[in-house]
Nanobody, 115 residues
Framework: QVQLVESGGGLVQAGGSLRLSCAAS????????MGWYRQAPGKQRELVAR???????VYADSVKGRFTISRDNAKNTVYLQMNSLKSEDTAVYYC?????????WGQGTQVTVSS
């Protein structure tokens, strides 16, 4: 049983930055993979970035070089640093965890980038 709570979303102008946080109710060291997904209006949910316990990261091509995912095991928190934001990044961002083949999802946090 893992509960994930996102925070840090909001309104930002194009070119700005935001840092999303995902706090887990359990040790994230016990969660194989954690990541961020997003769903924009009229689009399907897509993977933004993910990080395994080994530190391996995967990024969507659209965010490479701009976003950075990291995890702090001591704080049971995963972060998504978003820089050089574009209007196309506007979406609801969801924290995700995968443990023992079970998917866990946060409630989502809105990120709106004004053009």
């Amino acid at each position: 049983q893992v509960q994930l709570v996102e925070s840090g979303g909001g309104l930002v102008q194009a070119g700005g930055s935001l840092r999303l946080s995902c706090a887990a109710s359990r040790r994230i060291s016990s969660i194989n993979v954690m990541g961020w997904y997003r769903q924009a209006p009229g689009k399907q949910r897509e993977l933004v970035a993910r990080i395994s316990n080994s530190g391996t990261t995967v990024y969507a091509d659209s965010v490479k070089g701009r976003f950075t995912i990291s995890r702090d095991n001591a704080k049971n928190t995963v972060y998504l640093q978003m820089n050089s934001l574009k209007s196309e990044d506007t979406a609801v961002y969801y924290c995700h965890g995968l443990s023992a083949a079970i998917n866990y999802w946060g409630q989502g946090t809105q990120v709106t980038v004004s053009s």
